[in-house]
């Protein structure tokens, strides 16, 4: 293998028009590899720190450039990414900053693959992984912290449970998308959209439900393969310190975890994420302990891709599924040890994007590398179709 012989950071725009960090790592065998940093809206209160660009960008240059360059190989994943914990000094990335973390990690990375000339999600995974691919999530409804005046709930999620492909899913997903909007505009409902390419309508949860059910129906029928519906609360964002506060009414944490039954039931739903806020663990162990076995309660502002936080969780049975955000640990060795605890213990890892997105495709390669079950990377927009167009390419050339 070959020693990182430079590594290149600079501000590139992300999918909101806001700067977010890029990396190149050059191997002296002539490699280059790319990461870019993504970045969240409805952030959890644990997440690893994402610095300005601009001060992260100084700062990893300062600390973390000169512990890399020469001194680490470019395939020593867990090297580069001792590294840059070393250099950073602190347990949340606060110094360099999750942003130039990650973006340096998946770099790194990608260098590597180049350098021994084979697929990234080959080298992440190695030649016993990467036969499955994961069935995405496609965001096709949403409000929340991703758009004004829509919707309380972030986002309705159609899952393709049935599908035989992972590229008739992915444009199963886009077909949902297209007939949501279809619907809309037979009920004269002005649709903008949100962050992550979701219609962002100005109606209830209840409208929203309706219509994405309607959607998934019509598509299912014509495609002849199981959808169902999921959602992402993000309930960290209704929650003001004692109630879940909705549009219409306010609910108490009991009352949250009733609501969710209801709407499991009702819609059958196989799919929810972040039900309660941040901190409730408890309120997460109430609602698996009823909700139905193939139901997954997923964790993400709870757990941030954190292995501390998720032991919590695999303890007490507070939910069966875990979100995995690289950037929300800041490195892809912490990402993938996140990912396997899940694994070992039975939890479902759930790869996903976040709201402020870019061209850059690691994920796609992680979900394979990892074999994960699902990935939630949206539906429409270049930069969620990067993705989806980056899972396609990889089963089609496997
Ligand atoms: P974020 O939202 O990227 O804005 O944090 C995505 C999510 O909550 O899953
Ligand atoms: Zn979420």
Not at 262 to 289: C, K, Q
Not at 353 to 364: L, N, P, V
Request: glycine content about 10%.
């Amino acid at each position: 293998m070959t020693l990182i012989e430079g590594v290149a950071l600079r501000e590139v725009l992300d999918s909101r028009g806001e700067p977010t960090v890029e990396a190149e790592v050059y191997t002296e065998s002539g490699a280059i590899g790319h990461g870019i940093a993504p970045s969240g809206a409805s952030t959890g209160e644990h997440e690893a720190i994402e610095r300005p660009p601009a001060e992260a960008i100084a700062a990893a240059r300062e600390h973390a450039v000169p512990r890399l360059v020469g001194e680490v190989w470019a395939g020593d994943q867990r090297g580069v990414d001792a590294a840059l914990r070393a250099a950073d000094g602190t347990d949340n990335f606060s110094e360099i900053g999750a942003n130039s973390a990650v973006a340096i990690s998946m770099a790194a990375a990608d260098a590597a693959a180049e350098v021994l000339g084979t697929p990234l999600y080959q080298h992440l995974g190695g030649s016993f992984r990467g036969r499955n691919y994961p069935v995405p999530l496609g965001n096709v409804i949403g409000g929340g912290e991703h758009a004004a005046d829509a919707t309380d709930i972030q986002e309705f999620l159609a899952v393709p449970v049935g599908a035989p492909s992972v590229s008739e899913a992915i444009f199963a997903n886009a077909e949902i998308h297209r007939a949501v909007g279809d619907l809309f505009a037979e009920r004269d409902v002005p649709c903008g959209k949100g962050d992550e390419g979701a219609w962002a309508p100005p109606v209830s949860d209840e409208t929203a439900f309706d219509v994405a059910a309607r959607a998934v129906e019509r598509v299912a029928d014509a495609v002849g393969f199981e959808i169902r519906l999921g959602i992402d609360v993000a309930a960290t964002e209704l929650w003001d310190g004692e109630h879940y506060v909705y549009s219409d009414e306010t609910r108490t944490p009991d009352e949250q975890v009733e609501y969710m039954h209801e709407l499991i039931d009702r819609w059958d739903l196989v799919y929810v994420e972040d039900p309660l806020e941040e901190d409730d663990f408890d309120g997460f162990v109430a609602l698996t302990e009823r909700a139905p076995s193939d139901t997954l309660i997923c964790g993400d502002d709870l757990f941030v891709t954190n292995t501390e936080r998720l032991v919590r969780g695999i303890e007490i049975e507070a939910g069966n599924s875990i979100l995995i955000k690289p950037n929300q640990i800041g490195t892809l060795s912490a990402t993938v040890d996140a990912i396997d605890l899940a694994r070992e213990r039975g939890f479902a890892p759930v790869i996903s994007h976040r709201s402020g997105e870019t061209e850059d495709t690691t994920i796609a390669h992680l979900a394979v590398a990892m074999n994960a079950p699902y990935i939630k990377t949206g539906a429409v927009g270049g930069e969620r179709t990067a993705k989806l167009n980056e899972l396609i390419r990889i089963a089609d050339n496997a």
